[in-house]
């Protein structure tokens, strides 16, 4: 699975996940318009309270 993590967390977050197989690509500092942009590859999505997921991006996010 691809998994981004949007918000800032511990490196061991991303060496869980790419440790169990994953790819993981951290791209923090996204505006939602970014956020739309790129979230379709993505399978799966990390984040804490800076990003907020709105029904916009959800509704591009067809593989979450």
Do not use: F, Q, W
């Amino acid at each position: 699975m691809k998994i981004l993590i949007a918000d800032k967390s511990s490196p061991v977050c991303t060496r869980i996940l790419n440790d169990a197989g994953h790819t993981v690509d951290v791209n923090t500092g996204l505006s939602s318009e970014e956020l739309r942009g790129i979230i379709g590859e993505y399978h799966g999505l990390v984040v804490r309270s800076a990003t907020k997921v709105t029904a916009e991006i959800l509704a591009v996010a067809k593989k979450l």
